[in-house]
């Protein structure tokens, strides 16, 4: 069954901010439109011709560019996101893009991406204001304190250096019995590790699955053209003590019309807004957080007692998804 997922204008007003907060608390979930995003159209478009250019290439030189430890770079078959229930890795390819240094990418880029070096870094950049954008109505519907930051308190915590990344994913067409719909999987279930994500992607093309915070049971989440969907990530719910909804969600096989037929190809493009590096994850400055409790990132992490911040726990996710721990340093 598809659960609706509320579609927002953006406008720079309280009532779209408590719109905002309202859908955060509810499912962690929300659509908004491109027309209203500082997103155009246009640069969305170009993003999907670069990706499908990248994942066509030849895989020899995708593998000048393979997944390191700082998290850049390409994989395929490597990601495990639900390690406890997964018996191998997604089924994806990915590659993911670092931030930019004076309009430079700071890592390896395949000929395909390297040659469009310019436009990857404005989409970076744009993605980044949009968040930005979003961050700032959050402020207003959280009623930050004036002489804390106010609407403002996020947009210092937001920049370089941090763990924040555009990741290009592919999911290709498997077929059937190559893979148990049940035991496989496309994306396993996970929450996102940073602040807010943005995710793109392109109709008639599904498999998004949300486990709902109420029903505890899974829902397709539909494709929405000229849209593009904002989900909460732990973040932004630990530094709400948990009024926002970090929600778990999975990419699945979509269930084919015919028995005979294989699942389609998937495309996305997500992009992981993070805090800065050092950012402590306490609770911000609001009485709507301070009601909850007090609860934080630091009541229930593993931080042995210590502040966990953005980085810490960005590096403890990857751990486990990736499996570096006592690895090479190249992850390699």
């Not at 997103?39 to 895989?59: V, Y």
């Not at 053209?225 to 990530?233: E, H, K, M, Q, T």
């Not at 929600?247 to 493009?269: G, L, M």
């Amino acid at each position: 069954m598809e659960l609706p997922v509320s579609v927002i204008s953006l406008e720079d007003t309280p009532q779209c901010a408590s719109s905002l907060l309202e859908a955060a608390k509810t499912l962690g979930f929300v659509y908004i439109t491109v027309q209203d995003s500082v997103m155009p159209a246009s640069r969305i478009d170009r993003m999907w011709e670069l990706s499908k250019q990248f994942f066509s290439s030849p895989s020899e030189q995708k593998e000048k560019c393979v997944i390191s430890k700082d998290n850049t770079g390409w994989m395929m078959r490597f990601e495990t996101l639900d390690p406890k229930n997964q018996r191998q890795p997604d089924f994806k390819e990915a590659f993911n893009l670092g931030e930019f240094k004076d309009g430079k990418a700071q890592q390896p880029l395949p000929a395909s991406f390297a040659d469009n070096e310019t436009e990857l870094n404005e989409f970076q950049d744009l993605c980044h204001d949009l968040c930005l954008k979003l961050l700032r109505l959050f402020a207003i519907a959280l009623n930050i304190d004036p002489a804390e930051g106010g609407a403002e308190w996020f947009t210092p915590r937001h920049c370089s250096p941090s763990g924040t990344t555009l990741r290009f994913l592919y999911y290709p067409t498997v077929a059937v019995g190559e893979y148990s719909p049940v035991l496989d999987i496309r994306a396993g279930a996970h929450s996102d590790y940073g602040s807010i994500t943005l995710l793109f992607q392109r109709p008639s093309e599904p498999g998004l699955e949300i486990h709902h915070p109420i029903t505890k049971s899974w829902h397709a989440v539909p494709v929405l053209p000229s849209a593009i969907l904002v989900n909460i990530g732990d973040l932004l719910s630990y530094w709400t003590a948990g009024l926002l909804q970090s929600t778990v969600h999975r990419v699945v096989f979509p269930e084919p019309t015919n028995p005979e037929d294989a699942p389609q190809d998937r495309y996305s493009i997500a992009y992981f807004c993070h805090p800065v590096n050092e950012t402590p994850l306490t609770p911000i400055p609001s009485e709507v957080v301070r009601s909850m409790g007090e609860r934080g990132a630091n009541a229930t992490s593993g931080s042995e007692g210590g502040v966990l911040t953005a980085e810490g726990h960005l590096k403890e996710k990857l751990r486990a998804t990736y499996g570096w721990k006592g690895r090479e340093k190249d992850g390699t």
